[in-house]
């Protein structure tokens, strides 16, 4: 009985690393379409949040007596496209924060007032004294703060 002739064995062996070869770069190219795919909504997320540039204009306390006080921070998007704030949190001068999580949108080249209610278990003028600065920090959809503010409170 003869075996297999060496001239087989090496077309076999070539047969072998050529569908080797082949089947790795099918391999690689799917995960090089995933990762494209699945990256190219992120670059534009990217773009899209260094347009946003809001600054914080001016902050408002209307102290209502017996009922929830209210403090009004008006903020002006100065960026190309519009920007939407989801969060935004005031802190004073002793760390005490206070959230409130209302969407708002502002069009670009535009101001827009962002309310803040404040309930009246808290005394807004104990809360931000006036004379005192408070930390206004802006959020958007990301949980990363678009920026922090200090703002001086007045009456």
């Known amino acids: 009985m003869r075996g297999i002739s060496p001239v087989i064995a090496s077309i076999m062996l070539l047969l072998l690393a050529v569908a080797a070869v082949g089947g790795s770069w099918?391999?690689?190219?799917?995960?090089?379409?995933?990762?494209?795919?699945?990256?190219?909504?992120?670059?534009?997320?990217?773009?899209?949040k260094a347009a946003i540039t809001i600054a914080v204009d001016l902050l408002t306390v209307v102290d209502n007596g017996g009922s929830d006080d209210t403090m009004t921070v008006k903020l002006a998007n100065a960026g190309g496209t519009s920007a939407k704030t989801t969060r935004l949190?005031?802190?004073?001068a002793t760390n005490s924060p206070y959230s409130n999580t209302t969407t708002l949108i502002i069009l670009p080249n535009t101001f827009s007032d962002y309310i803040v209610v404040i309930p009246n278990a808290i005394d807004v003028k104990n809360f931000c004294p006036t004379g005192t600065f408070i930390?206004?920090?802006?959020?958007?959809?990301?949980?990363?703060?678009?920026?922090?503010?200090?703002?001086?409170?007045?009456y």
Do not use: H, M, W
């Open 26 to 48: 099918v391999f690689v190219q799917r995960i090089q379409a995933t990762t494209t795919t699945s990256g190219a909504g992120q670059a534009e997320l990217i773009r899209e």
């Open 89 to 92: 949190t005031l802190e004073n």
């Open 135 to 154: 930390k206004v920090t802006v959020y958007s959809d990301a949980a990363v703060p678009i920026r922090d503010y200090p703002i001086e409170c007045k």
